[in-house]
């Protein structure tokens, strides 16, 4: 199980909450370095259940894939308006206007740049993973 907290190796530090997911593989939930911070892709797992929401729509799933990276956010003392950037991974591009619908409601100012992408596959078959990069000013 994940504790909150920070290691720091080769002038990085690694940022660890359980109030988000576990990886799920070899890679840290974030690494800060320097003002930056590069968040791993997160996926609609739910961090108290430890349950991948395999059954919901992409608006549910975006939503959680978000507050799981506002979770790890808040482990390092940021909060959403410090993302600079993010990719979203999607399995179908056809719910675009569903997952933006969601995603739009977590920026409503100064949205950070954004790439889209329709892939053919995500880790657990999930519908959408969003990766991050934010500045601490």
Not at 41 to 66: N, S, Y
Not at 107 to 132: G, S, Y
Request: no cysteine; proline share 6%.
């Amino acid at each position: 199980m994940a504790t909150q907290g920070f290691a720091q190796t080769a002038g990085k530090t690694v940022i660890a909450t359980p109030n988000a997911p576990e990886a799920i593989g070899p890679y840290s939930q974030a690494i800060k370095i320097g003002n930056m911070v590069f968040l791993a892709g997160q996926v609609a797992i739910d961090p108290k259940t430890k349950q991948f929401m395999k059954d919901a729509g992409i608006e549910d799933q975006t939503r959680q894939t978000l507050e799981n990276l506002k979770a790890v956010l808040e482990a390092d003392g940021l909060t959403m308006e410090h993302i600079v950037s993010t990719s979203v991974f999607m399995k179908d591009l056809n719910d675009f206007g569903k997952m933006n619908g969601v995603y739009g409601s977590y920026f409503k100012t100064a949205p950070p740049a954004r790439a889209t992408v329709e892939v053919a596959r995500l880790p657990l078959d999930a519908k959408v993973e969003i990766v991050a990069i934010a500045v601490r000013p």
